[in-house]
């Protein structure tokens, strides 16, 4: 089987529960900041974004937090299914001007039936 | 309106051959990066790159990696004497626009996933 995520976080939670993954980035000068959802053999997938400037932004089913003074970053899924079984990442461009995006190592979700 | 197209999917080259990846960018996109995913790794940024410029290489080996946006056509990535180390899926990704405002955010391929063997 595939060797990508012995090393990564994972978090196993059953269907309908709620799914927090947390992120931690470094670089203070962050403005904005991504969570992908990736699938095997897949790309990664857009979930939801956040600019510095805000502290929570919410989609369908997925929450996005933001502590900028520990330099946090959560996720936090609703209601969680099978289908949002993935790696999930998150993402930051370090204050670039451009989408040169900085990756977090990825946490595995695992949701059972 | 497809998305970001990448080929091939897999690719398998021995030791010492050259690899060419392929990357075509949604329609409207000008602007190109690609990241290399390694087993157990989250995504390494390689390269950003426009229509015939590269704008930031950082994230390229000094040797044997080479990327190109040509006028006309897909964007290459390109490996040259490939070792087992090179092996990784390869992705590429594009956005119509830089920054973090409107139409910025950047949409992935599906990967080409290369072996060296």
């Known amino acids: 089987g595939e060797s990508v995520g012995l090393h990564l976080p994972t978090l196993s939670v059953q269907e309908g529960d709620n799914s927090i993954i947390n992120c931690a980035y470094s670089n203070s000068a962050s403005d904005y900041f991504i969570w992908y959802k990736q699938e095997s053999g897949k790309g990664p997938q857009f979930i939801i974004d956040i600019r510095s400037n805000m502290d929570k932004r919410q989609g369908q089913r997925v929450t996005v937090l933001l502590n900028k003074t520990v330099k946090h970053l959560s996720l936090q899924i609703a209601a969680t299914q099978p289908g949002d079984s993935a790696v999930y990442f998150c993402a930051e461009t370090g204050g670039t001007s451009y989408g040169k995006l900085t990756f977090g190592q990825g946490t595995i979700l695992t949701v059972h039936p | ?117």
């Open chain 2, 1 to 117: 309106n497809a998305g970001v197209m990448q080929n091939p999917r897999h690719l398998v080259r021995r030791r010492g051959q050259e690899a060419r990846l392929r990357c075509s960018p949604m329609k409207g996109h000008s602007h190109v990066y690609w990241y290399r995913q390694l087993p157990e790794e989250g995504l390494k940024f390689m390269v950003y790159l426009q229509k015939e410029n590269i704008i930031d290489e950082s994230g390229m080996p000094k040797e044997r990696f080479s990327a190109e946006f040509p006028k006309e056509g897909p964007s290459i990535l390109r490996i040259q004497q490939v070792v087992r180390g090179d092996s990784a899926a390869y992705f590429c990704a594009s956005s119509a626009r830089t920054g973090t405002g409107q139409n910025t955010e950047a949409f992935f391929g599906q990967g080409t996933r290369l072996t060296v063997v």
